[in-house]
Structures are given as C-alpha cells and as structure tokens.
C-alpha cells in the first residue's frame, strides 16, 4: 500500500501546482456527472468558473493532506469529520465521488496512467474506509 501512495505522491505535487485550475474542473465535473451533489453546494450554482476553482484549490489541498499522510490519516479524518462533514455534509458516498472525478481529471491531464488508476483506487479506498 506504501508503494501505491508513493507512486501518486509523484504527480500530485505536479497537479496541484494549477490548484485552481484543476480544482475548478473536478468540481465542474463532479456536478456535471453527479447533478445531485451541487445540492450540498446551492451558493456554487451561481458563482464564476473562477471561483469554483477556489474551492477547488481548497478541495485539493484537504485531499492532498490525507495523501500525504500516506495511511496515517485518521486525526486529518478526525479533524474533517468535527468540520467538512457536519458543515459542508461531506459523506463517504461523496467523497468516492469526488475522487473517482478527481482520477479522471489527472488521467485526461496526463497525471495518471491507466497502469496507476488501481494503485489509486486503492489508495483512495483506504482513506474512504476510514470516513
């Protein structure tokens, strides 16, 4: 399991780089593919792609905490679970949505092979096991 976060540690850093840029897609995209999800979100169906990708840059970097703690996640989880999920409702069923978009944003951007997307399925199971 180590090596599967290793491996996605690598791009990671390279993907967050543009956090508001890639942030903003796998928000856009997890609307467009789950139009139920923007429910828990009304105040982001009005606001520009330029803000969407704020809180998408904050996305990324709540999701890159718990990658680099690369399974000594669970005070981050502790931690997410007294804010994220009471206030925003992030649930377990969201947050595996959340990153099977996020793994189809880094495979189209070229961050992902499809050799790694099992490596990373894995490492986003163990975190979602935990929520």
Request: proline residues 2%; without cysteine; aromatic residues 10%.
């Given at each position: 399991?180590?090596?599967?976060?290793?491996?996605?540690?690598?791009?990671?850093?390279?993907?967050?780089?543009?956090?508001?840029?890639?942030?903003?897609?796998?928000?856009?995209?997890?609307?467009?593919?789950?139009?139920?999800?923007?429910?828990?979100?009304?105040?982001?169906?009005?606001?520009?792609?330029?803000?969407?990708g704020?809180?998408?840059?904050?996305?990324?970097?709540?999701?890159?905490?718990?990658?680099?703690?690369?399974g000594?996640?669970?005070a981050?989880?502790?931690?997410?679970?007294?804010?994220?999920?009471?206030?925003?409702?992030?649930?377990?069923?969201y947050?595996?949505?959340?990153s099977?978009?996020?793994?189809?944003?880094?495979?189209?951007?070229?961050?992902?092979?499809?050799?790694?997307?099992?490596?990373?399925?894995?490492?986003?199971?163990?975190?979602?096991?935990?929520?």
């Amino acid at each position: 399991m180590m090596a599967d976060y290793e491996m996605f540690l690598k791009p990671w850093g390279n993907f967050v780089i543009e956090g508001a840029g890639h942030g903003g897609e796998v928000l856009k995209r997890l609307f467009q593919k789950h139009p139920d999800t923007l429910k828990l979100f009304p105040e982001f169906k009005s606001i520009s792609y330029v803000e969407l990708g704020k809180h998408g840059k904050t996305l990324l970097e709540k999701l890159g905490e718990l990658l680099w703690a690369k399974g000594n996640h669970a005070a981050i989880i502790q931690k997410l679970a007294t804010s994220d999920v009471k206030t925003d409702k992030i649930i377990h069923k969201y947050f595996r949505r959340i990153s099977g978009v996020l793994m189809e944003v880094m495979k189209d951007y070229g961050f992902l092979s499809s050799n790694d997307w099992k490596k990373l399925e894995r490492v986003m199971d163990n975190i979602a096991k935990d929520i």
